[in-house]
């Protein structure tokens, strides 16, 4: 079946942050075939030229590519918004005696099918999460979202000491679990393996180089972990690494480093980090409700961008406060007033779609409304509540149209979604 769909269709020509708001363009219409999308342009010539096609019509909705969420851990889904706690308080609190619930298969469908629920109800269309140890939470997340055909990275998360007993695995385990997963799931339907090890602290040396040779040995894959979250984390990686010239050289040191890996929050990172990140052409991944949340630091989002960083946006659930990609870009936007550095509309829109398509190294697919692109939308009602349609209605452009649902949407903004071509509840 064609599909043509109707509205304001929001699609980028370039990035933003370097050609100004005027990177983005406005269509009335798009065309889909086979999952894909293979037109856009005016409504009246799309008509003409797919006769047949079945027309949905948006009125003035927006017609975004769908949401893409750079960094989350589905497990932590049970457990969002929990109290008061910094990084490694949070982990010993509430992280670690939730996954031990992963032990058990059926508990981890219940969450990935809730999940994956709550995210498309918020417009978000791919994720890239975070799962336990436990291979069954892999199966789990992989097997709901293959249902429900969307695009999405996840691995196993390897951890070798300071953990739970029940949440420990070995360098091997965590080499031979993540390589048959990796072997199972990998490239099947719109799926993909991203190798795991959490982060320095809770990762041996020895696990970090068995993960590292995975890697080597599957470079289409990607590689996630968190790098400089809070400034006490810093300090104990100091003290479990002795001889690292930085927090990055821990990960660099045992083939950890290179494009493709995904490098989660980045808030305090020393000038020869930021250098070799850049050179290698790796992707960070901003996490602004989390890093607010937990108290972990203010993202130079300028400052990294400026010097040409490849940067993703994520809501970091459940350490993030929201499944909302709107309320992660108020977040960011935040962030940046107190960093001195206003971001745009464009340039939030462009950081949840089409930025955290190209930190998964996936915008040739996805993120963007343009022809060969899939088919993952996004509609938005841009007068979802009264507050925000009084807003809209005093709007010149389709900025200060946009922005109010930005700072104030939430999921009853979301009028539909659009996975792979086919319309989702």
Same mark, same amino acid.
């Given at each position: 079946?064609?599909?043509?769909?109707?509205?304001?269709?929001? =699609?980028?020509?370039?990035?933003?942050?370097?050609?100004?708001?005027?990177?983005?363009?406005?269509?009335?219409?798009? /065309?889909?075939?086979?999952?894909?999308?293979?037109?856009?342009?005016?409504?009246?010539?799309?008509?003409?030229?797919?006769?047949?096609?079945?027309?949905?019509?948006?009125?003035? $909705?927006?017609?975004?590519?769908?949401?893409?969420?750079?960094?989350?851990?589905?497990?932590?889904? &049970?457990?969002?918004?929990?109290?008061?706690?910094?990084?490694?308080?949070?982990?010993?609190?509430?992280?670690?005696?939730?996954? +031990?619930?992963?032990?058990?298969?059926?508990?981890?469908?219940?969450?990935?099918?809730?999940?994956? $629920?709550?995210?498309?109800?918020?417009?978000?269309?791919?994720?890239?999460?975070?799962?336990?140890?436990?291979?069954?939470?892999?199966?789990?997340?992989?097997?709901? &979202?293959?249902?429900?055909?969307?695009?999405?990275?996840?691995? @196993?998360?390897? +951890?070798?000491?300071?953990?739970?007993?029940?949440?420990?695995?070995?360098?091997?385990?965590?080499?031979?679990?993540?390589?048959?997963?990796?072997?199972?799931?990998?490239?099947?339907?719109?799926?993909?393996? /991203?190798?795991?090890?959490? %982060?320095?602290?809770?990762?041996?040396?020895?696990?970090?180089?068995?993960?590292?040779?995975?890697?080597?040995?599957?470079?289409?894959?990607?590689?996630?972990?968190?790098?400089?979250?809070?400034?006490?984390?810093?300090?104990?990686?100091?003290?479990?690494?002795?001889? &690292?010239?930085?927090?990055?050289?821990?990960?660099?040191?045992?083939?950890?480093?290179?494009?493709?890996?995904?490098?989660?929050?980045?808030?305090?990172?020393?000038?020869?980090?930021?250098?070799?990140?850049?050179?290698?052409?790796?992707?960070?991944?901003?996490?602004?409700?989390?890093?607010?949340?937990?108290?972990?630091?203010? %993202?130079?989002?300028?400052?990294? @961008?400026?010097?040409?960083?490849?940067?993703?946006?994520?809501?970091?659930?459940?350490?993030?406060?929201? %499944?909302?990609?709107?309320?992660?870009?108020?977040?960011?936007?935040?962030?940046?007033?107190?960093?001195?550095?206003?971001?745009?509309?464009?340039?939030?829109?462009?950081?949840?779609?089409?930025?955290?398509?190209? =930190?998964?190294?996936? $915008?040739?697919?996805?993120?963007?409304?343009?022809?060969?692109?899939?088919?993952?939308?996004?509609?938005?009602?841009?007068?979802?509540?009264?507050?925000?349609?009084?807003?809209?209605?005093?709007?010149?452009?389709?900025?200060?149209?946009? %922005?109010?649902?930005?700072?104030?949407? $939430?999921?009853?903004?979301?009028?539909? /979604?659009?996975?792979?071509?086919?319309?989702?509840?």
């Amino acid at each position: 079946m064609t599909e043509l769909l109707l509205g304001q269709v929001l =699609s980028f020509a370039a990035d933003p942050f370097e050609a100004g708001p005027e990177a983005a363009r406005l269509h009335e219409a798009l /065309v889909i075939e086979a999952g894909r999308i293979v037109a856009v342009g005016a409504a009246d010539g799309l008509r003409r030229a797919w006769p047949q096609a079945r027309v949905t019509d948006y009125g003035r $909705d927006l017609i975004s590519a769908g949401f893409i969420d750079a960094h989350a851990h589905y497990p932590q889904t &049970a457990i969002i918004a929990s109290w008061g706690k910094r990084l490694i308080d949070w982990l010993n609190s509430y992280t670690f005696p939730e996954e +031990m619930r992963f032990a058990d298969p059926a508990y981890a469908a219940e969450v990935a099918g809730r999940y994956l $629920d709550l995210t498309l109800a918020n417009g978000t269309t791919s994720v890239c999460s975070y799962c336990t140890i436990h291979p069954a939470s892999v199966d789990a997340l992989m097997s709901e &979202a293959q249902a429900r055909g969307q695009r999405i990275w996840a691995g @196993k998360t390897c +951890m070798d000491r300071n953990a739970p007993e029940g949440l420990r695995d070995t360098a091997q385990s965590a080499h031979d679990d993540s390589a048959a997963l990796l072997a199972k799931w990998h490239g099947v339907d719109r799926l993909s393996y /991203v190798i795991t090890p959490r %982060f320095s602290p809770t990762s041996t040396p020895e696990q970090l180089e068995a993960l590292g040779a995975l890697w080597a040995a599957n470079p289409s894959c990607l590689m996630q972990t968190h790098l400089s979250e809070q400034l006490d984390e810093i300090d104990w990686v100091k003290g479990l690494y002795p001889n &690292a010239r930085d927090y990055l050289d821990t990960y660099e040191a045992h083939g950890l480093l290179g494009r493709g890996g995904l490098y989660g929050h980045a808030i305090h990172l020393e000038p020869r980090e930021k250098a070799r990140l850049a050179e290698v052409d790796a992707s960070l991944i901003h996490c602004p409700t989390s890093n607010t949340f937990i108290g972990s630091g203010l %993202f130079d989002m300028g400052g990294l @961008k400026a010097a040409g960083h490849r940067i993703g946006l994520a809501t970091d659930t459940g350490g993030g406060s929201s %499944f909302s990609m709107l309320r992660t870009m108020a977040a960011a936007y935040e962030i940046g007033q107190l960093r001195g550095r206003a971001l745009h509309p464009a340039e939030l829109w462009w950081l949840a779609t089409q930025g955290s398509a190209r =930190s998964l190294l996936a $915008d040739d697919r996805i993120g963007n409304i343009a022809p060969g692109m899939e088919a993952d939308l996004v509609v938005i009602d841009l007068g979802s509540t009264p507050a925000i349609a009084q807003a809209t209605t005093r709007a010149e452009t389709i900025w200060q149209a946009l %922005f109010p649902t930005i700072m104030l949407g $939430d999921d009853r903004a979301i009028r539909a /979604v659009w996975i792979n071509g086919t319309p989702r509840g």
